[in-house]
C-alpha cells in the first residue's frame, strides 16, 4: 500500500513564524502535491512537484514556498506565518504525469496560527 | 479554466437506502478524468471510483458506480445499500495532466441508522 505520511496532524504556531510542513510518500513517487482544504472551498492546489527540485505554483501560492530535494519528500513552508493560513493541509502524491494516475494523500496537518 | 461544482453541501441517508451525490464540471479539453474521493472524519482521503472520459460505460466499484454524462458535463456518484461506513466528505475531482487536479466543495454524506 501506498503510504504518504505527514509529520503533524496538529500544529499551533505563532503570527510571523516560519512555519514547515513535512511530507512523506514511500512509493517512488514522481508527482507531490500540496494542497489547503477550508470547509466550503474544497481542496484548493498551493504547488505541486513533478521532479526533484522542480515545482510548479497552483492556485494559492502566495505566502507559501517548497521545496523538494528529495524524490520521497515534500515540504511546505509558511515564511511567516499569518492568521489566515490557519487551514488543514493535505499532502498527496501520484505516479506521474499522466491523468489517469490516483492520487494517494496523507491523513493531513491541521495548522492553527495565533 | 477548469471548474468543478458539487451543488450540494449536506446529504443524508438511511442505513442500507440509495443516494446519489452531484457533480458538474466544466473543461474545453476532450481527453481527462473524473474521480470521486472519500475522506472520513479525521481520516485519509481515499479514492472511490475514476472515470475515463472516453469511455463510455460508467464505472463501476462494488456498491458504488457513476453516471458519467458527457455531454451534459455531469458526473454523479450512487451509493447503493448504504452503510454507516459511508459517512465522510465525498470530493469530485478532474484531470487531464494528472499534474493538477481541480477539487469539487465537497458533499457531507450522513447515513441514518
Known amino acids: 500500500d501506498v503510504k504518504v505520511t505527514q509529520s503533524s496532524r496538529y500544529l499551533v504556531k505563532r503570527t510571523g513564524e516560519k512555519v514547515f510542513l513535512e511530507c512523506v510518500q514511500d512509493?517512488?513517487?514522481?508527482?507531490m502535491f500540496w494542497y489547503r482544504q477550508d470547509p466550503g472551498l474544497g481542496l484548493r492546489l498551493i504547488y505541486f512537484?513533478?521532479?526533484?527540485?522542480?515545482?510548479e505554483k497552483g492556485d494559492i501560492p502566495e505566502g507559501y514556498s517548497v521545496s523538494r530535494e528529495k524524490k520521497e519528500r515534500f515540504s511546505l513552508i509558511l515564511e511567516s506565518a499569518s492568521t489566515n493560513q490557519t487551514s488543514m493541509y493535505l499532502c498527496?502524491?501520484?505516479?506521474?504525469?499522466?491523468?489517469?494516475?490516483?492520487?494517494?494523500f496523507g491523513a493531513g496537518t491541521r495548522l492553527s496560527v495565533l | 479554466a477548469q471548474t468543478v461544482t458539487q451543488s450540494q453541501p449536506e446529504m443524508s441517508v438511511q442505513e442500507a437506502e440509495t443516494v446519489t451525490l452531484s457533480c458538474t464540471y466544466d473543461?474545453?479539453?476532450?481527453?481527462?478524468?473524473l474521480f470521486w474521493y472519500k475522506q472520513p472524519p479525521s481520516r485519509q482521503m481515499i479514492l472511490v471510483i475514476r472515470?475515463?472520459?472516453?469511455?463510455?460505460q460508467n464505472a463501476t466499484e462494488n456498491r458504488f458506480s457513476v453516471n458519467f454524462q458527457k455531454a451534459a458535463k455531469s458526473f454523479s456518484l450512487k451509493i447503493s445499500d448504504s452503510q454507516l461506513g459511508d459517512a465522510a466528505m465525498y470530493f469530485c475531482?478532474?484531470?487531464?495532466?494528472?499534474?493538477?487536479?481541480?477539487f469539487g466543495t465537497g458533499t457531507s454524506l450522513t447515513v441514518i441508522p
Open positions: 498527496a502524491s501520484s505516479m506521474g504525469p499522466s491523468a489517469k494516475n490516483i492520487q494517494y
Open positions: 512509493m517512488d513517487h514522481e508527482n
Open positions: 512537484s513533478y521532479d526533484v527540485k522542480m515545482k
Open positions: 473543461t474545453s479539453e476532450s481527453d481527462y478524468y
Open positions: 472515470q475515463e472520459a472516453y469511455k463510455q
Open positions: 475531482a478532474l484531470t487531464n495532466t494528472g499534474n493538477q487536479f481541480y
